[in-house]
């Protein structure tokens, strides 16, 4: 706008842009927009009123008036249309509220059973093919079911390496799931194959592959003529199965596992089973520490005092027993190195299962 060329059309003009854009607005938006380019002091109409003051003084009065005039239309124009604006948002939430049948839907959460749940359904159901029926013993033992019918005597020093939270009344929080077996030999006559999975507590102090409440899986056969290559035979056909039905890369024959002697008081000859690192499959890695080989269980051929004691004849029965860590399992099937996380109770966690 030129300061010479002011004149009456041009406030007409401005008028008439100013009214044509106000109505077009269509959101609150573009209606502030509208306001700030018009009203502001230094929009259109604050710019016309700077240059007022050049007019001579006659033309100055009269075109001043018109000016305001426009000014006070506008602004109740805008007043008017943001109002307006603001009544159809409130609308539009009042149509949310409305069953809208297209929209898709929201899918309740389902829950579902903790891995090692899963895991110990997976462990029983194979050894059920193998013929070998399922325990459930009790997690608050008597010492003599815990140690002294396994032969683990008072006095023995492999009592203090079960770190037992012991109760009132000579009574203990199971360390080990093994008293189940003389519980169950004392009410079958062999030939008999058991499992017997559950929970079992140690004073253990938490760390990542160490917790006070962990889950065993024990299991025992007796029979005639079993010996340790019986063993060899099932507990390879057990990791056979159990790997290759997730990992496709373990244990297609027995040579998969390796038994190293060890000691244990309720069997004798023992061994600690080492299965062949699911992981580099033997050459070697960081989860077998270089070595190909993973430590999974305990076992041996049990003592004929555990037979004796469990009202079995040592003299016509032979057997053999071994105890598996669940959570170590679970730790290598699922390749997880932290135990924790397994008791967390995170559902970020769990719900990969
Ligand atoms: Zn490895």
Same mark, same amino acid.
């Given at each position: 706008?030129?300061?010479?060329?002011?004149?009456?059309?041009?406030?007409?003009?401005?008028?008439?842009?100013?009214?044509?854009?106000?109505?077009?607005? +269509?959101?609150?938006?573009?209606?502030?927009?509208?306001?700030?380019?018009?009203?502001?002091?230094? +929009?259109?109409?604050?710019?016309?009123? @700077?240059?007022?003051?050049?007019?001579?003084?006659?033309?100055?009065?009269?075109?001043?008036?018109?000016?305001?005039?426009?000014?006070?239309?506008?602004?109740?124009?805008?007043? @008017?249309?943001?109002?307006?604006?603001?009544?159809?948002?409130?609308?539009?939430?009042? @149509?949310?509220?409305?069953? &809208?049948?297209?929209?898709?839907?929201?899918?309740?959460?389902?829950?579902?059973?903790?891995?090692?749940?899963?895991?110990?359904?997976?462990?029983?159901?194979?050894?059920?093919?193998?013929?070998?029926?399922?325990?459930?013993?009790?997690?608050?033992?008597?010492?003599? $079911?815990?140690?002294?019918?396994?032969?683990?005597?008072?006095?023995?020093?492999?009592? &203090?390496?079960?770190?037992?939270?012991?109760?009132?009344?000579?009574?203990?929080?199971?360390?080990?799931?093994?008293?189940?077996?003389?519980? $169950?030999?004392?009410?079958?006559?062999?030939?008999?194959?058991?499992?017997?999975?559950?929970?079992?507590?140690?004073?253990?102090?938490? &760390?990542?592959?160490?917790?006070?409440?962990?889950?065993?899986?024990?299991?025992?056969?007796?029979?005639?003529?079993?010996?340790?290559?019986?063993?060899?035979?099932?507990?390879?056909?057990?990791?056979?199965?159990?790997?290759?039905?997730?990992?496709?890369?373990?244990?297609?024959?027995?040579?998969?596992?390796?038994?190293?002697?060890?000691?244990?008081?309720?069997?004798?000859?023992?061994?600690?089973?080492?299965?062949?690192?699911?992981?580099?499959?033997?050459?070697?890695?960081?989860?077998?520490?270089?070595?190909?080989?993973?430590?999974?269980?305990?076992?041996?051929?049990?003592?004929?005092?555990?037979?004796?004691?469990?009202?079995?004849?040592? &003299?016509?029965?032979?057997?053999?027993?071994?105890?598996?860590?669940?959570?170590?399992?679970?730790?290598?099937? $699922?390749?997880?190195?932290?135990?924790?996380?397994? $008791?967390? +109770?995170?559902?970020?966690?769990?719900?990969?299962?």
């Amino acid at each position: 706008m030129k300061k010479d060329a002011m004149q009456d059309s041009d406030l007409e003009k401005i008028k008439n842009e100013a009214s044509q854009e106000v109505d077009n607005a +269509g959101n609150q938006a573009e209606l502030l927009f509208v306001r700030k380019k018009y009203l502001d002091k230094d +929009g259109v109409l604050g710019e016309f009123f @700077k240059l007022l003051g050049k007019l001579p003084k006659e033309e100055r009065g009269r075109m001043g008036v018109a000016a305001n005039e426009i000014k006070k239309e506008l602004t109740a124009a805008v007043e @008017k249309k943001l109002a307006e604006l603001g009544k159809t948002v409130v609308d539009n939430k009042g @149509k949310r509220d409305f069953f &809208d049948p297209t929209l898709p839907g929201i899918c309740p959460k389902v829950g579902h059973l903790h891995p090692f749940t899963l895991l110990e359904r997976e462990i029983t159901e194979i050894f059920g093919t193998m013929g070998f029926e399922i325990m459930e013993s009790r997690e608050i033992e008597t010492e003599w $079911y815990n140690f002294d019918a396994l032969n683990i005597p008072a006095d023995h020093p492999a009592r &203090d390496a079960f770190d037992t939270l012991f109760l009132e009344g000579g009574l203990c929080l199971r360390p080990h799931t093994s008293p189940g077996q003389v519980r $169950y030999m004392e009410s079958h006559q062999p030939p008999l194959r058991i499992i017997i999975p559950g929970r079992c507590f140690r004073r253990d102090a938490v &760390d990542a592959s160490h917790m006070p409440n962990f889950y065993q899986v024990e299991g025992l056969m007796v029979d005639k003529d079993v010996s340790a290559a019986n063993f060899k035979a099932v507990i390879g056909e057990f990791f056979k199965r159990f790997f290759h039905r997730s990992e496709g890369a373990v244990a297609e024959n027995t040579d998969n596992i390796r038994l190293r002697p060890s000691f244990f008081p309720f069997t004798e000859p023992s061994f600690e089973v080492d299965l062949r690192c699911v992981n580099c499959a033997g050459k070697g890695c960081s989860a077998c520490k270089g070595t190909g080989w993973m430590e999974v269980m305990g076992a041996g051929m049990v003592h004929p005092n555990v037979l004796k004691n469990s009202g079995v004849n040592p &003299d016509l029965w032979r057997g053999f027993a071994f105890g598996a860590g669940l959570d170590r399992l679970a730790m290598i099937k $699922y390749k997880i190195n932290d135990i924790r996380l397994f $008791y967390g +109770g995170d559902q970020r966690f769990l719900n990969q299962f």
